[in-house]
């Protein structure tokens, strides 16, 4: 970190920061919506720990992973947003624990 | 030469068993007669080239080991497929295929109205075969696997008549009791491994001395177990239950098999092992001993059986008791003389009353007979003559070979004394019956009712076996004469030895005229009391009904094991099916599944489908984890 | 609803500034100096934590989106910090950009709906969820602050690692980002485009299946 | 030549490609399934060729990295043990699959493909030379078998599958404890982490530790195998199953339980196996006379041989626990023969049914004999060979059983003859009450055998009668191996030296670098410190 500036440990520290307020949001949302947001959040820590630490260790693997959680991301959000407008057409209601078979 | 021979001796039978039970359909009877009575007379034919061929050697020569390939050989185990020819494998084979293809030849027309026409001739050269097998192994593996395929033999054979439940549960009798003598000779194999390690004859007897010890523990367990096995196959007491039930086999089946020469195979396998029974006494003793009970235990009971075969069947019993008497006391020459004489004899009996009962359609029982002689010619002539031998009259044979057992034996010290006079005493009775059986089926008037149909008489094919066997039971015993010469003997001696104490030429002269008296004397009882119908007899029966109710359980002995033996194990054998094995066994397990299918639907609820019941358990775990990790960490 | 918006939001903005003000002294304190890098630093951390709880804490979905976006580009100042412009910029376009505009679709489609008046039914776990967290808070504590990663810097200060920028200028570049792909990470990269491609049949089957449940009403 | 991966991936494959069989194209999932079969049979085939009967170890070693940060190795290979089971399994597999062609239950594609990823996972069992690897195959082996019942099964298939699933899970369970706490004992002891079979030979555990994973892997395979009284899934499972299922599951599923204790029990925990072998020699001679017993009272064929295995199966596992090199070679030889030998008599069991339409209680059949000639022959030769006469293939496995077992524990040995006389008696109530009498609760037309029962029995009644004849083919092979697999149990058990014939490296070896914690006392004290 080129002596002054910022410590790895204040990136580590917000990245488990957002890490955990996606968690509880996960666990405690009931929207699907709201979950998937969180789920973002979560990402967006873990992303956060990899481009520091690729800082840290000088080497660009990290970042080259955060794009690769970007893509995943994308994907999730993807599917996942498809999965809740199909239960949404279906039932009109959205509960995260209404959705507890595999069969609609 | 000798390398091969005995190979293709054993062959033949096996081929023609195999090319009989593999042809595709019924093959014509005509092929059938040729491939069976072919194979064996062509065994016998060979079996006579290897005899000249022995008869042209030194006496120390005559052993010849042929190994064909190592059949197994296990850590410092090592087990031949090997054959032994010598002077006592060669008398056996001799006996063995000439009587067998005279019996398989009467059986062409005996079994001419059988439908199974095949696999009677099948399943009697596969018998052929094991026997030769048994009796030209050159170690006792391969004589425990003859003596187990003779007894598969027997046991086809006794349940030919598969229709028959008397024939069949008699066949699976005769099973059991012979693999349990199977086991007593796999157990005594099991010792000479331990403490020999071979099985090959050559080596254990070379080494017996030395490894097992002179009357020590294992010499003496190994000719007990051992005897298991003689018992069981050669019908003595108590394993000899299982031989009058095998009446229940066609009458030549009888004759070869029950007769002649499988049941034989106990003598021929304690003379075989003397080498191990001069270092067990006590073994060796007890034979006698149980040999001189079976003989008149045997007896006694064949004086009031009224089926004609089963009389023949005790008188088996009680024959091979004698030869036991001589194997036990070391007189392992007039054993195998006996044997031979027996089975020529014996032969002669069973193949008369097979022409009897072929005659009668069927019918076995005594009382069904009566003045049969003048109908049926060659049966009453070879019943005739083998009745004259069995009971040792002389010039028959059986005087000979019976009476050389009894002088020797009463020349062997207490013992012998003891089963000598037993055995004396036995013969009167051997005299006794069988004239009993002569004179009912043959003299006296015809049975209540007449005969209907008239007995029909047979062909030469029935009658020239019974004619031949009738000749040698007549003057085969001349080979060996007392205080004369004795061929039997000197042939054998290589193998088995001579007892060093013979008798004087007094006691041998003693011996025989008491016995040939006691025997006239029986004759005469039994002419008295059945030579004129049947009152007399019926009249002495009732005064005798108690004893004779004793006789004609056979003792009790089958009572005896059904009682003690068969029925306690059904009873365990049901007690484990229904309690056992319901409760016990399945009971542990299904208390496990059950656990664990409980233990499953109470932690379902974590299954119910919540995506964030998962999510927190799953943390939960993971915090949980972590707190662990920390706190071992530090 | 509005008035709980208003007060979080009020809260928020105070816990915002005072959190960006301990966080630059504190690093001031910590490095020895007052850089610009730190103040920034602050502004971002601050913007991500804070936009982060209004996510998770604001009723609606709506307005919960916006605020991921507001998050997101705290992030992606974030990456800026650590020399990955490329990061940064894909973080803009793909998150910022596609995947929160995905989401606002979703919701317009849907409307702003009120969730269903059922009761939760794991109302018990609630605080079981709080304590997961604090503790998992506290794990992460105990492990960054036991863990001497003052280690790397003292290297650097040596000069034994060349700094960023200095030798390789093009740390954090695309190309780097591209050669680091092509040249290491092949396979995870045709992983991803693989991903991709069954998220996207996923999501049309997806559609079509709604539409034809749509239809059979 | 990765004869042995081969052997393993041959059926996989055809189970894989039988999936991708569309459903009305059964002939083409026949031909595909029998194919994938018999190149398995001509890969063992050519392995039998090239195996060096003289060499103890395992051969045709295939290693490939798996992930070895964590000992993991795919590494198969087989000795003369393995070689025969290998064979065994390919054979029977053939032979089921190819009876499968005339007699094509439901949905046969499924069965099919079922059927070959139950070979592979067998195959791997046998063949695997690392712990995990044993482990993984050992459980994937279950998977199809559970299939099978569960779904091509008779009645009171759902409680069989149950009972045998969680059974036998349960043994497993604990055997994957005791294999990763074998390797953490042994790490303890070597300084290497490994799940490879080969560098745990020899490694002192100490008798406490020795004794307890020694336990926990004889759990699992007393349970597979079954030893009494741990066979409470066998009536059920072998009852419920389609005979085919049946057969393999008595034919070669049994034996993984007994191989496992000949290439891990013994060799790698000699002191723990020592001090069970006596228990596990007395239950295995009372599951003889147990088994015996049952199997004469049993109420239907298939029970009669399931129960009549469980004997057979004790012979083998006395064999295996008396460490004696006869013993061992018998039991190896009767693994063999009892595979061959069950599944000849559960295909009989089958043929009668077929003419009984389904029907299997013992005494309601009768009188085979007169229309059913070939049948009644061939029975006869597979009943004998069953209860074991001298002179059948069966016999010489025994015989070689209990010679061992007499010279180490003679009671042991005369109380299993019981067994062997007890064979004859239940043997012949089924041969004799099926065949013999009039003809009643049968088709006996229908039950003769024909072409599709010739496939199944031709090849088993030859290779029965080949090691009849000449034991020492097999035999032959397998003695380097059953010497080395039993050397370390017989030195624990302080046997006379003559019977040991293989030398036991110590492991480590004595020249290896000292451990970290042993340098203290190897390095003298003035160069260790600075």
């Given amino acids: ?104 | ?634 | ?217 | 030549m990765p004869y042995v991966t081969l052997m393993i991936v041959i059926p996989l494959a055809a189970a894989l490609l039988l999936l991708a069989v569309p459903e009305d194209r059964v002939d083409v999932a026949k031909a595909l399934a029998v194919l994938g079969a018999l190149a398995t049979v001509v890969v063992g085939a050519v392995m039998v060729a090239d195996f060096d009967r003289s060499e103890g170890g395992l051969q045709f070693v295939d290693r490939q990295n798996w992930a070895d940060q964590v000992g993991l190795e795919w590494i198969v290979g087989v000795d003369g043990i393995s070689l025969w089971l290998l064979m065994l399994t390919a054979g029977l597999f053939l032979v089921a699959i190819a009876s499968l062609v005339w007699k094509t239950p439901n949905r046969p594609i499924a069965f099919l493909a079922l059927l070959l990823l139950g070979e592979a996972g067998l195959m791997g069992v046998f063949a695997a030379g690392n712990l995990v690897l044993f482990y993984v195959f050992w459980e994937a082996m279950l998977i199809p078998f559970y299939f099978l019942i569960g779904m091509w099964g008779g009645q009171r298939r759902a409680i069989a599958t149950t009972k045998f699933v969680i059974y036998t899970m349960l043994g497993s369970l604990l055997m994957l404890v005791a294999i990763v706490a074998t390797a953490f004992s042994a790490q303890d002891v070597t300084g290497q982490f490994t799940f490879e079979i080969a560098e745990l030979k020899g490694i002192d555990f100490g008798g406490t530790t020795s004794t307890l994973l020694f336990l926990g892997f004889a759990v699992a395979f007393v349970i597979k195998l079954p030893l009494w009284p741990f066979h409470g899934w066998l009536p059920d499972a072998y009852v419920a199953a389609p005979i085919v299922v049946t057969g393999l599951l008595a034919a070669v599923m049994s034996k993984a339980g007994a191989y496992g204790f000949l290439r891990i029990g013994l060799p790698l925990f000699p002191e723990g196996a020592d001090k069970l072998a006596l228990a596990i020699g007395i239950l295995s001679v009372i599951g003889i006379v147990y088994g015996s017993l049952l199997a004469w009272r049993a109420h239907t064929m298939r029970l009669l041989v399931g129960y009549s295995s469980l004997a057979h199966l004790g012979f083998i596992l006395l064999g295996i626990v008396a460490f004696d090199v006869q013993a061992g070679q018998g039991a190896v030889l009767q693994m063999v023969n009892h595979g061959i030998v069950v599944v000849a008599a559960f295909t009989i069991v089958g043929v009668i049914m077929r003419g009984t339409g389904g029907d299997e209680v013992i005494d309601d059949v009768g009188g085979l004999a007169a229309r059913a000639p070939r049948l009644t022959w061939v029975f006869l030769v597979v009943a004998m060979a069953s209860l074991a006469i001298p002179g059948s293939n069966s016999f010489v496995g025994e015989f070689f059983i209990l010679t061992g077992v007499f010279r180490q524990h003679i009671v042991l040995a005369v109380l299993a003859t019981i067994g062997i006389v007890y064979a004859a008696v239940y043997m012949l109530r089924l041969y004799q009450t099926s065949t013999a009498l009039r003809e009643k609760g049968v088709d006996a037309r229908r039950a003769e055998l024909r072409t599709v029962d010739y496939v199944t029995l031709a090849p088993v009644l030859i290779v029965m009668f080949l090691i009849a004849l000449w034991p020492m083919s097999l035999m032959g092979a397998t003695e380097a191996s059953v010497e080395e697999a039993i050397a370390p149990a017989q030195i624990a058990a302080e046997r006379p030296a003559d019977q040991i014939a293989v030398e036991v490296e110590p492991n480590p070896p004595p020249e290896a670098v000292p451990l970290p914690g042993d340098e203290a006392d190897t390095l003298p004290e003035d160069g260790a410190t600075p």
């Fill in chain 3, 1 to 217: 609803m509005k008035g709980s918006s208003l007060t979080i939001g009020i809260v928020a903005t105070v816990a915002t500034i005072s959190f960006i003000v301990g966080l630059t002294l504190a690093l001031t304190l910590a490095m020895g100096a007052f850089t610009f890098e730190q103040l920034v630093f602050s502004v971002a951390a601050a913007g991500a934590i804070e936009f982060s709880i209004l996510v998770v804490a604001l009723p609606g979905t709506f307005r919960a989106t916006v605020s991921l976006i507001g998050a997101l580009l705290s992030v992606a100042v974030l990456f800026v910090l650590l020399t990955a412009p490329f990061v940064a910029v894909i973080q803009v376009i793909v998150y910022a950009g596609a995947i929160v505009v995905l989401f606002l679709f979703v919701i317009a489609y849907m409307g702003e709906r009120p969730l269903a008046a059922v009761a939760d039914p794991l109302v018990r776990w609630q605080p079981v969820a709080w304590l997961v967290i604090v503790v998992l808070a506290a794990q992460a504590l105990v492990v960054l602050l036991t863990t001497d990663l003052a280690v790397r810097d003292e290297l650097q200060e040596g000069g034994t690692v060349a700094t960023p920028g200095g030798e390789n200028p093009d740390f954090g570049g695309p190309e780097a980002i591209g050669r680091s792909f092509i040249d290491d990470y092949i396979v995870p990269f045709e992983a991803t485009s693989l991903v991709l491609l069954v998220a996207a049949v996923g999501a049309v089957l997806l559609a079509k299946r709604a539409v034809q449940l749509e239809r059979g009403r």
């Fill in chain 1, 1 to 104: 970190m080129s002596g002054s500036g910022v410590p790895l440990l204040a990136y580590l520290l917000v990245s488990g920061a957002m890490f955990l307020i996606g968690l509880l949001g996960v666990m405690i949302r009931r929207n699907p919506l709201m979950v998937l947001l969180a789920v973002e959040l979560m990402l967006n820590g873990a992303n956060v720990t990899l481009v520091g630490f690729s800082r840290f260790w000088d080497t660009t693997d990290g970042q080259t992973f955060a794009l690769v959680v970007m893509v995943v991301a994308a994907a999730e959000v993807v599917i996942g947003l498809g999965l809740v407008v199909a239960v949404y057409r279906q039932r009109l209601r959205l509960n995260i624990d209404e959705m507890t078979r595999l069969r609609g």
């Fill in chain 2, 1 to 634: 030469m000798l390398s091969v021979l005995p190979w293709i001796v054993l062959a033949l039978p096996l081929v023609a068993c195999i090319v009989l039970m593999l042809w595709p359909t019924e093959p014509d009877r005509r092929i059938t007669r040729v491939i069976a009575v072919g194979s064996v007379a062509a065994a016998f034919a060979l079996v006579i080239a290897i005899f000249v061929d022995l008869l042209g050697r030194d006496a120390e020569e005559r052993t010849e080991v042929t190994t064909l390939w190592e059949w197994a050989a296990v850590g410092d185990l090592e087990i031949n497929l090997a054959l032994q020819v010598d002077q006592l494998s060669t008398f056996m084979m001799l006996i063995i295929t000439g009587v067998g293809s005279l019996i398989i030849f009467y059986s062409m027309e005996y079994m001419e109205e059988d439908r199974d026409y095949r696999r009677y001739f099948a399943e009697m050269t596969f018998f052929v075969f094991s026997m030769l097998l048994l009796v030209l192994a050159a170690n006792y593996l391969f004589l425990i696997v003859g003596w187990a395929f003779v007894g598969l033999a027997s046991y086809l054979l006794i349940g030919y008549y598969y229709d028959r439940p008397s024939a069949v549960a008699a066949s699976k009798k005769a099973f059991v009791v012979n693999v349990i003598g199977d086991v007593g000779m796999v157990l005594a194999a099991f010792l000479l491994i331990r403490d020999l390690g071979t099985l090959e004859y050559t080596e254990v007897f070379a080494t017996a001395e030395g490894g097992l010890g002179d009357g020590s523990t294992s010499a003496e367990a190994v000719g007990f177990l051992l005897f298991v096995g003689a018992a069981a196959k050669s019908a003595q007491i108590p394993l000899h239950t299982w031989l009058p039930d095998a009446m229940e086999g066609p009458t030549p089946v009888s004759a070869l098999i029950h007769a002649a020469t499988m049941v034989t195979a106990g003598v021929y396998m304690v003379a075989r092992s003397n080498a191990l029974y001069e270092l067990a006494p006590y073994a060796a003793g007890t034979i006698a001993v149980v040999g001189a009970i079976t003989l008149f235990m045997a007896a006694t009971i064949a004086t009031v059986q009224d089926d004609i075969k089963r009389v023949l069947a005790w008188s088996t019993v009680s024959q091979i008791g004698y030869m036991m008497v001589a194997a036990g006391l070391g007189l392992y020459g007039a054993a195998m003389f006996h044997m031979m004489t027996h089975a020529f004899f014996k032969a002669c009996l069973f193949l008369s009353a097979g022409i009897v009962i072929h005659a009668m359609l069927g019918e076995q029982s005594l009382d069904r007979m009566g003045n049969l002689r003048g109908r049926l010619r060659a049966a009453f002539v070879g019943m005739l003559v083998g009745a004259l031998a069995i009971s040792g009259i002389p010039p028959f044979s059986g005087f000979f070979s019976k009476d050389e057992i009894l002088a020797y034996a009463l020349a062997q010290g207490t013992l012998g004394v003891i089963v000598g006079i037993v055995g004396i005493l036995g013969a009167g009775l051997t005299a006794f019956y069988m004239f009993r059986l002569v004179f009912r089926a043959f003299y006296g008037p015809d049975p209540d009712g007449g005969y209907n149909p008239e007995p029909h008489v047979t062909t030469w094919v029935m009658a020239a076996p019974v004619l031949i066997l009738a000749f040698l039971a007549t003057f085969a015993g001349w080979i060996q004469v007392p205080q004369g010469w004795k061929l039997v003997d000197d042939w054998l001696d290589p193998v088995v030895g001579t007892p060093d104490l013979k008798p004087s030429l007094g006691l041998e002269a003693a011996t025989s005229l008491v016995s040939v008296a006691l025997c006239v004397v029986a004759i005469g009882v039994a002419w008295w009391l059945f030579g004129h119908g049947s009152e007399r007899r019926l009249a002495h029966a009732k005064t005798l009904a108690r004893y004779r109710e004793v006789l004609h359980q056979g003792y009790y002995f089958d009572w005896a094991f059904e009682k003690f033996l068969i029925e306690p194990g059904r009873q365990v054998g049901a007690f484990l099916r229904d309690f056992m094995e319901p409760a016990a066994i399945q009971g542990s397990i299904r208390s496990t599944v059950v656990a664990t299918l409980e233990t499953a639907r109470g932690l379902s609820f974590l299954q119910a489908g919540l995506v964030r019941l998962y999510v927190f358990t799953m943390i939960a775990g993971l915090a949980i984890v972590g707190v662990i990790f920390i706190l071992v960490g530090t």
